[in-house]
């Protein structure tokens, strides 16, 4: 949560601050500031609570603020509400003029309130309710025991316990940002002459293609056109880049209202990119994650891992894999799987879903995973990432940056590479033959376009939502897979459009939940799965019966559905395993529209952020 962003070279830095930072909005954006020094040495803080643009007009988008070296954050609050003083850069000092060490940071600081405490004994005066501003005067205290910046910087991290992303300004080094970092992310660019730092690549990628990651607990110091690294004990450290393929203009909404109905378009690309990167002369090919034909043959358990949407393609990879593979499948909500011990076998394969690969509970459930000798498997989609550092083996999503908060094409490369596990674990396994197995990668093969027909149905779709758009309560259900998309199409409404939503497994509707329903509340159904398709409808009938308003997703062919449903949307014929990715796009484009007819902020629906990297 947070964003972060950093500039040192020839060129006035607070304008490219501020356009790196409208690239990171996604990650907070109930508050802003830039710190920039100028050409006589004083640093500058200006702040400002609420979106970027509100900072963005105090300051001139950046022309009134002169020098060629800041920093600059947006906010996702933790500690201390969201206003000015709150805002990031702190200062070391009390009034705005005493600014020896500047910083920002990104993470949550678990032992703020004793640090706090020491400074206070210290002399030091707080002026905000950040675990921010201890940092930064903790920096300072050391500082000014052990005058060299790795040195404070590296005391400060000795003594500070949570995560971390910290880029920080020394009034008494002109021409340096310094950076380090704990469970939280931290990339660097170098280009001729000028370097960027930043806590997320969209936000640098207009500028530079190769980056370099700051490690774990290391520290960076950044200067024009160059860097160095170092560990905790000062040592320096060489890095190499990391050649990121993803295009700048992937970053941009081009042409598209907002982010989210972009990347909703982008999903057949996303799916034929993915599923190609993991074909190999027609047939499945995972090897490159390193997960060999033995090891996928002795796996005797597997266990997923993830938060969100995340969390919902392992709930839908649990029935694809049980049911095509034959390996028992367990899928938790990674915050509780950390905390709640659970029983593993020696020979499970955990399985990390994560977009950003930097949630910090995935992150926690992974190390928790490994530190038992449990071998682990992560699906990403950004290289690089913390997840992807520590993970065994890895597979990648190839949907490219994903900007919108609520997660659209990412969730449909990872429920695709769900589908590609299950089908080469149980052909490795000899539970499917040679034949199946062809089947099944044909059927593969067939998404992209069938997503992208499903796209052109999008009128009907923002007919309806604009029909419900002052709707107070929704209701998705559906059986099996059709269950595991009714949580994602329910999260998408609720999202988006703040309307209260709930997902039910369509049997579970009567034991409680039903009395909810009253005259006009909206009820979606999913049916996909032909053998629980009379099940479902009949729990939709009963229902109605009771006054909702009926709204299915059915495969074509099931017209029968229209005598019960007041508006259906048909998806594409496919492998039943297969449907939730065609049955989510109609559900993706209703939350969509919902918002858009409310007239919400899409992209940046209150109170999240899109990358969560807090407990
Ligand atoms: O980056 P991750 O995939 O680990 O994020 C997990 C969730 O925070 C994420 O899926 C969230 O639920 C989505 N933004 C919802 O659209």
Redesign the pocket.
Known sequence: MCGIVGYVGPQQAAPILMDSLCRLEYRGYDSAGIAVRDGDGHTTVVKAKGRLKVLSEKIDGGRTLKGCIGIGHTRWATHGEPNEANAHPHISGSEPDDSAVVGVHNGIIENYAELKEKLVKAGYIFYSQTDTEVAVKLVDYYYKKYPTPSKAIAKAMMRIRGSYALAILFNDHQNQIWTARKDSPMIIGVTKGETFIASDVPAILKYTQDIYYVGNCEMACVEAGKVSFFNIDEEQLEKETVHITWDANAAERGGFEHFMIKEIHEQPKALQDTLNSLLNDGRLDITKSGITPEIARGISEISIV??????HVGMAAKYVIEDIARIPVRVDVASEFRYHCPILQENALVIV???????AD?LAALREAKSRGIRTLAILNVLGSSIAREADHVLYTLAGPEIA???TK??SAQMLIGYVLAVELAFERGVIDEEKYKYYIAQLQTLPDKAEGLLEDKERIQWFASKFSTAHDAFFIGRGIDYAVALEGS??MK?VSYVHSEAYAAGELKHGTISLIEDGTLLVGILTQNSLYEKTVSNMVECKTRGAYLMAVATAGHYDIEDTADFTIYVPNIDEHFAGSLTVIPLQLFGYYSSVSRGLDVDKPRN?A???TVE
């Open positions: 993830a938060c969100g949407s995340a969390w879903i994560s977009q950003s690969g930097e949630t995935s908060v609520a997660t990412a969730y999260l998408k999202e999240l899109k990358s969560v």
